[in-house]
């Protein structure tokens, strides 16, 4: 079999680049890329002999890796396996491919778009159509637009938009499309947003997330008596917020009546390739058009989305732009044409397969949940899970019923859903759930696998494991919403905290240290707050305690404040609230403390320089002019020693006095006591190793206990530590030992550390013979 040099070349190639870019890190040299990066990341001049292949894939490489840092882990990329290799060799092909000459090209492009066309039409069961290839999924959908706009106004491609005014025309959306979708519409196609119009949804019978064709039906009859032209409708086959599907059947015949263009789009579609496929899916083969995203659902990344459409008239199609006469572009669909050729049928059934059963797993697992609520429209093949967490109308707390507990209780359920959709996708990155804002149920956790599966590789054990870690945080969640009313109530017992409403925090609450004193004005009671919490956050989150303190979110409305994580069964609320008051009153008190040190050290200072001022003179007028020359009061002084009576002094810090220096020369020792012991932080019924905030009887907690932790540690400070009692000062000059006796038996006592001219040294009592007195020890200064 012949084989072209180029595409072998190329296909070996492509393998080595794709080795290249997918080793994150050289093996024998880890920090090898990142100093060839930071040479290479300033941009400069192009090298004049240009660069190798292997070294601008390494270039390439380091790019992808920029903002990588070793002690994160790296973000989670696309499982690209062989039939994504594929797709990226369809790229490489349509480059080699456009350089051949005019006649083989237009074969080979033939063929291509014929066949893929033609495989995808039975595939997703739509007979008749054609293909348009498209990288941005709206672009089908605006061709589309324009061809509708060519066929009914027969005048458009020589007049122009001057005749949309005869008859306005008007595009018909579901209120849940995506969203900016029919704006983008107007915007391409230089209509006024007027002539957008969207239905709204059920509101009594059926689901919340189909459109209601009654109203429908009142619409466009009120347009077309007011002059209006229906145009297009476009429908969902699987919403993009919960995938419920519309009633296409019951649409399409409307769409008849009126002469409207029927458009679908959306994930159920996929449904479409296997065997057995929901009915009110099924009616999406009579529409006129629909969008298949193929990239996605088979895991096949950078291929086109196609729209398959039924259109008799190709000059109005190449009008609209659904057909190109430029070869170049029908080249778009060579690498979804390599990409379904490797699959085959029964692969790319398997893939939709797989996604579908991954969902209805999930589905069956969660009605054995309690506080969890789905939100599926078709329990049987609806291939999208929406679910959140609701509160146990049956739960009681201390504080009273859960049910209505407190105002604005859809944000805070919000807001804990938010949260938990973020733990799940941490805990178990290959579930791929991502977080969904509905009009009706709020913000809920999406399981979307035809999305999500077969880039991440999802399968039945990851499912497994996200019911597994669903389990573990449902208790959680249940305990901080039953806390936080607890919470709440116990901040309001403290004059010292404030307690902050933040409905979109997740966790037990926020709270705010306020300061006692009330003649700040208000800059700077706005800075004492800031300094006291700021401390008071730091010193929370050195506790050993299960609990999270934090700033809240980024971009909070609240600032200078703690929020309070999630919270457990066994959390004693009262407690944690007492030490917050307690930690936050000790850092005012010291702040407070060291102000008024701060002045007293400022007035001993001023005092200290006038005493010695009068100190000098009065040594002056104690020794004399002559005393004062050097060499004649070295003299004098050697021949008549004169004994001063200037005494030295001292400042105590602690009294804010000026003292004078002779008991420390005199005891050789300083006046003040021994420091005591540190408190313990910890409770004296705390057992070994056991964490703060924890009730007795949740878990083996301690009980509760209605004093705040510090109280507790200073009661247990003075039963392990007793304060030490000064002992008596003793005069060096003179230090006598009392004779030993035989029945009694003196321990020698141990060194004291004493200071004499900032010189250390050491007395010791040494043991004498019986009947003799100790020896007199003098010493002199």
Partial sequence: MMVDPTLAEMGKNLNEAMK???DGRNASD?????RQFSRSS??????????????????VQNLMHEDEEEDKPSHRMQNVGEQGHMALLGHSLAAYISVLDRERLRKLITRIASDTTLWLCRLFRYESGSAYYHEDDREGLLKVCRLVINTRYEDYSTEGYTVLNSRQPVIYQSATCRPGLGQHLCSQLALPLSS?????????????????????????REDVETGKLPLLLIANAGTPGAGHTDKLGRLKELCE??????????????????????SPVTAATRSDSMTLTLGPWLGLPAVPAVTLYRHEDPALSLAAGLT?????????????WLSLQYLGHDGIVEKIRHAVELSQQLLEKLKTLASIKTSVEDELNSPVVVFRFSQETSAESSGGSVEGYFAGEREVLDSLNRWLCERLAQLVPASGVDIVDLEDEGTCVRFTPLMTAAALGTQRSDVDLLVERLTELVPVLNCTLRLRLDFREEVYRHSALSYIEDLSWPGLGAVRYEPRVEELTDSKRKLEVEKINSELLVKLGDLDADLIFSTGLEFGPEKDCIFIGMATEDLDVAELVDTIAALGRDIEENGRLLENMTEVVRKGIQEAELQLQKDNQDKLMEEGVLRQIPLVGSVLNWFSPFQSTVKGRTFNLAAGSLDSTEPTYSMKAQTGGLASPETPTSSAKRLPGQRLFRREGAGGSDSHSETSSVGQAEDFSRERFPQPTTPSPVPDEAVSVVPESPETP??????????????FGTQEEERQPDGQDAPVEETGR
């Fill in 196 to 220: 957008l119009c969207t239905v709204p949804c059920n509101t009594m019978f059926g689901s919340q997330h189909q459109m209601d064709i009654a109203l429908l039906d009142k619409l466009i």
């Fill in 42 to 59: 300033i941009p400069g001049p192009l090298q004049g002999d240009g660069q190798d292949v292997a070294s601008i894939l390494q270039l």
């Fill in 257 to 278: 009546q009126y002469g409207m263009w029927l458009h679908i789009e959306g994930v159920n579609l996929a449904t479409l390739a296997l065997w057995e496929v929901s």
């Fill in 30 to 34: 880890p920090d090898a890329d990142r």
């Fill in 746 to 759: 003196q321990v020698p006592a141990e060194p004291e550390p004493t200071q004499e001219n900032g010189e």
């Fill in 324 to 336: 190109s006469s430029q070869p170049v572009e029908k080249l778009r669909a060579l690498p979804l």
């Fill in 20 to 22: 290249i870019l997918e």
